[in-house]
C-alpha cells in the first residue's frame, strides 16, 4: 500500500519556475489550492497579477481530498443555526449550491478534462439519533429537494436522505485545468515560498525564502494555514482537524456519502476506484495517528473486498461558527484579503472563495461577502469553541513540553543536542535522522507521525519530513539541525 493519495497518480503537468529575482505587482496571491488558484481564475484580467506556491500549484490539502462537490456536509446547517440562526444557515446552503454551479460553469466555459460526474449524495447515520431530522427539517424549510433514502452500499445504518443534484471530480486536474488557462495572463511562481511580509507606504513587501522581494498593492492570502505575516493578522479563530483516507479498486457507482456520527466516515467512486475517507480528531488531540489510519484500514476491510493501494492523512481548518473566513483582513488593512477555514469544504467554499475576493478586490458588490467576512457578528456557541480550541492548543503546547523524552514509537525519540531538544528517527537501514524538536512557527514540540514519517506540530499543524524539509505550514522555515530559529 502505497502512503500518498490517488489524486496525485498520473499526472503530468508544467512546472512553473522559481521566482530569483525582485518584482512589483498590483496583486499577489500566495497559495495555489482550490482558493488561490480559483482567486486567480477571477483576477486573470486584472493588471498585473502574480501567483506564488511553495510547492507545485495544487499539491496542499487540495491534492488530498475526496473530492465531492455537495452541500449535503454532515450537520453543518443544524451547527450553524445554533451558532448564528436559521437565515444564515439558509445564506450557506444556497452559497453552497451557487459553488457548485460556479464549478460546472468553469468546467464548461474553460473545457477543464477533470471527470466531472453526477453522483447523488447520501447522508447517513448509524445511531439513533435526532440530528438527521433536524437535516431534513432544514432542507424542508428551505424548499430543498430530498428524499428519504436506502444506502446503496451494505454499511449497517439506521437512517439517511439524499439529494441529486451533485457532483464529484478530479480536484488536482480541475487546478491543474485552470493553470493552464490563467497562464498566459498571470505570472505564476512555483517553489517560492513567502516567509514574512512589511508595509511601505501602502505597499506590501513580501519577502521569500530565498532573500527576493516582491512588493504589490495588495495581497491575497490562500496558504489554507494562513501564515504569520503581520502582528495580528493570524486568526486565531481556527481549529485544525486530521483525516484519514484510502482508495482501492472497486466498480464505478454513481452515488457518495457521509454520516453524521462520533466516528465520520465518507465514501466517494472515482473511475475503477472507491475512495473511503474519515475517522477525523483534532490535530491537538496528540494521538498515535498509525491508530487511527489502521480504524479506517479496518473499517474499510469490513465492508469491502479489494486490498487498499493508496492511503493518506491530512487536516483541514475549522472555523468556529462552522462558517469558512472569505475576507478583507481588516479596517487598517483593506488591501489584504484571506481565505480559509474551509471546515471539510473547501471544493465547494475554495470555489465560491475565488470569486468572493475577487469581487472584493475590484469593489464588485458580492451578496455573500457578509456571511464569509472575519468579522461578524458575535455568537456563544462561537465563543465557547473559541475557548474550547484555544484552551486545547494550550494544553498541547504543555503536553508537548513536558513530554519530551517519550520513546513515541520504537524508532523514533527525543534527546538534547546542545541543550536544543532533537527528535531522532531510525530508518530500515539503521542511520539516525536527527532534526529539531522545536516547531519553528510557535515553539510548541513536534510529534512524530508514525503514518507518514513526518514531524508534526499538534498546536498548529506545520509537518517535516525525517530531515527537517517543511512540507507544510505555517512554519516557513525547515527544522534542519544548522537551522536554529
Ligand atoms: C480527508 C479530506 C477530505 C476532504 N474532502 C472534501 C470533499 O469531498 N469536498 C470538499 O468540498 N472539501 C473536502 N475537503 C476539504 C478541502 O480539501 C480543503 O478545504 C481545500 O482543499 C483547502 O484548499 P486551500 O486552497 O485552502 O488549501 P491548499 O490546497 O492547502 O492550498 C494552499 C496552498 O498554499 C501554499 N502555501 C502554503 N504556505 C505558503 C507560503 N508561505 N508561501 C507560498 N505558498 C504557500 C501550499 O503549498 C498550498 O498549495 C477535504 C479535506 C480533507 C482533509
Not at 430543498?144 to 480536484?171: G, Q, R, S
Amino acid at each position: 500500500m502505497k502512503q500518498k493519495s490517488i489524486w496525485t497518480n498520473e499526472i503530468n503537468e508544467k512546472i512553473y519556475p522559481e521566482l530569483k529575482e525582485n518584482i512589483n505587482c498590483e496583486i499577489l496571491i500566495i497559495g495555489g489550492g482550490m482558493a488561490g488558484i480559483n482567486t486567480a481564475l477571477n483576477l486573470k484580467d486584472n493588471e498585473n497579477v502574480v501567483l506564488i506556491d511553495k510547492d507545485k500549484i495544487g499539491y496542499g490539502v487540495t491534492s488530498h481530498t475526496t473530492g465531492k462537490l455537495t452541500y449535503l456536509q454532515g450537520t453543518v446547517y443544524t451547527d450553524i443555526q445554533k451558532a448564528h440562526d436559521f437565515n444564515t444557515a439558509k445564506r450557506y446552503l444556497e452559497s453552497q449550491k451557487d459553488a457548485i454551479k460556479m464549478v460546472l460553469d468553469n468546467i464548461k466555459k474553460y473545457n477543464i478534462d477533470c471527470d466531472l460526474e453526477k453522483s447523488d449524495s447520501y447522508l447517513f447515520t448509524t445511531e439513533e439519533d435526532k440530528r438527521l431530522n433536524n437535516e431534513r427539517d432544514f432542507l424542508s424549510k428551505t424548499d430543498t429537494k430530498f428524499e428519504d433514502a436506502k444506502l446503496p452500499v451494505d454499511i449497517p445504518y439506521k437512517d439517511a436522505i439524499k439529494v441529486e443534484d451533485t457532483y464529484v471530480f478530479h480536484p488536482l486536474k480541475y487546478v491543474i485545468g485552470i493553470k493552464e488557462i490563467i497562464k498566459d495572463k498571470v505570472k505564476i511562481y512555483e517553489n517560492t515560498t513567502a516567509i514574512d511580509m512589511d508595509i511601505k507606504k501602502d505597499k506590501y513587501i513580501i519577502k521569500t525564502k530565498n532573500g527576493n522581494t516582491i512588493t504589490s498593492n495588495k495581497v491575497i492570502i490562500t496558504t489554507h494555514y494562513p501564515f504569520f505575516v503581520l502582528p495580528g493578522l493570524m486568526p486565531v479563530k481556527l481549529g485544525l482537524n486530521q483525516s484519514y483516507a484510502l482508495a482501492a479498486k472497486h466498480k464505478n457507482e454513481k452515488w457518495n456519502a457521509i454520516n453524521i456520527d462520533k466516528e465520520i466516515y465518507s465514501v466517494r467512486f472515482y473511475k475503477d476506484n472507491i475512495i473511503v475517507g474519515g475517522f477525523s480528531h483534532d490535530l491537538s488531540d496528540n494521538i498515535d495517528y498509525k491508530k487511527e489510519e489502521d480504524k479506517l484500514i479496518n473499517f474499510y476491510n469490513n465492508y469491502f473486498k479489494d486490498k487498499p493501494e493508496e492511503v493518506w492523512l491530512t487536516h483541514d481548518l475549522k472555523s468556529h461558527d462552522h462558517i469558512p473566513i472569505i475576507s478583507r483582513l481588516n479596517k487598517n488593512h483593506p488591501n489584504i484579503f484571506i481565505a480559509t477555514a474551509f471546515n471539510k469544504w473547501g471544493m465547494t467554499n475554495g470555489v465560491l472563495a475565488g470569486k468572493i475576493i475577487a469581487d472584493l478586490v475590484n469593489n464588485v458588490e458580492n451578496k455573500y461577502e457578509t456571511l464569509f467576512k472575519l468579522d461578524r457578528p458575535f455568537s456563544v456557541e462561537k465563543t465557547k469553541n473559541f475557548i474550547t480550541s484555544n484552551f486545547k492548543i494550550g494544553k498541547t503546547y504543555i503536553e508537548t513540553k513536558l513530554d519530551k523524552n517519550k520513546d513515541f514509537y520504537n524508532k523514533t525519540y527525543i534527546t538534547n543536542i546542545d541543550d536544543h531538544p532533537c527528535g531522532v528517527y531510525i530508518d530500515e537501514k539503521g542511520k539516525k535522522h536527527v532534526v529539531r524538536n522545536t516547531c519553528p512557527h510557535f515553539k510548541c514540540s513536534l510529534i512524530f507521525n508514525n503514518a507518514d514519517k513526518t514531524w508534526d506540530c499538534p498546536c498548529h499543524g506545520s509537518r517535516f519530513d525525517i530531515d527537517g524539509n517543511l512540507i507544510e505550514g505555517p512554519s516557513v522555515f525547515d527544522i534542519k539541525l544548522k537551522e536554529d530559529k
